[in-house]
Every structure is written in structure tokens, then in C-alpha cells.
């Protein structure tokens, strides 16, 4: 199983960007994915989710209106657009894997929002954003 991190970088307030995170491993549709970011000196915290086998998204109040997470089912990729970047966005971002389907019927709902829900992790990419 991996998962790889792309798109971060450096931007200004107001700016935009758009994360990738490209997967591999496992079957993309059996699963929910979750991106999750960190400050220097703060938790792990949840940004969004996007459950492939139904496709449910989440956001967290601090982005919602502002980003949009999307699956690419032909590529196993889910990216992440964030528009109207401020400095609280800065952070290194994750994006984490966690199982929605067992088997052909059974069907669970992980809490998107707590880390220790998801099995697998990407290694991160920086996002910084100039105030």
C-alpha cells in the first residue's frame, strides 16, 4: 500500500493550490480517504474526507467553502483544491487511507475526522502560506 503526497508549495494569502494524492495497493472504490495537515508546535488535524464507495465528502469548519476534495477513480488519485489560502492553512499535509468496505457486503463508517482511523499514510507535503 502507498500513498504519495504532491502539489504543496509556497503561495501568498489568496491564493490557491491543488494537492494530489496518488494511491496504490489496495482497491481505491473500498475505500474512504482523508486528508489531514500539521503546524509546527500543533496536532495532527482533519481537513476533508471522501468516501470512494459512496462518495460522502467532509470538511472541517476552518475550510469549508474554500476547499473541495475529489476522487479520480481511473487514476486512484484524490486531490484536494484550496482556494482563499490564509496563513492558518500553512502546514504539512497527509493524506491517509482507511477501509469502507469489507468484503463484497459489509460496510462501515470510520469517524472521518480522527487519525487513528486511517491504516495507511502518505509522507507529506508542505504547503506555507505568506500572510
Known amino acids: 500500500v502507498q500513498l504519495v503526497e504532491s502539489g504543496g508549495g509556497y503561495v501568498q494569502a489568496g491564493g490557491s493550490l491543488r494537492l494530489s494524492c496518488v494511491t496504490s495497493g489496495f482497491n481505491f472504490d473500498d475505500y474512504a480517504i482523508g486528508w489531514f495537515r500539521q503546524a509546527p508546535g500543533k496536532e495532527r488535524e482533519a481537513v476533508s474526507s471522501?468516501?470512494?464507495?459512496?462518495?460522502?465528502?467532509n470538511y472541517s469548519d476552518a475550510v469549508k467553502g474554500r476547499f473541495t476534495i475529489s476522487s479520480d477513480i481511473a487514476r486512484n488519485t484524490v486531490n484536494l483544491q484550496m482556494n482563499n489560502l490564509n496563513y492558518e492553512d500553512t502546514g504539512v499535509y497527509f493524506c491517509?487511507?482507511?477501509?469502507?468496505?469489507?468484503?463484497?457486503?459489509?460496510?462501515?463508517?470510520?469517524?472521518?475526522?480522527?487519525?487513528?482511523?486511517?491504516?495507511?499514510w502518505g509522507r507529506g507535503t508542505q504547503v506555507t502560506v505568506s500572510s
Open positions: 491517509a487511507a482507511v477501509p469502507v468496505k469489507l468484503g463484497a457486503r459489509i460496510v462501515v463508517e470510520p469517524m472521518w475526522d480522527r487519525a487513528y482511523e486511517y491504516d495507511h
Open positions: 471522501i468516501n470512494n464507495n459512496d462518495g460522502t465528502t
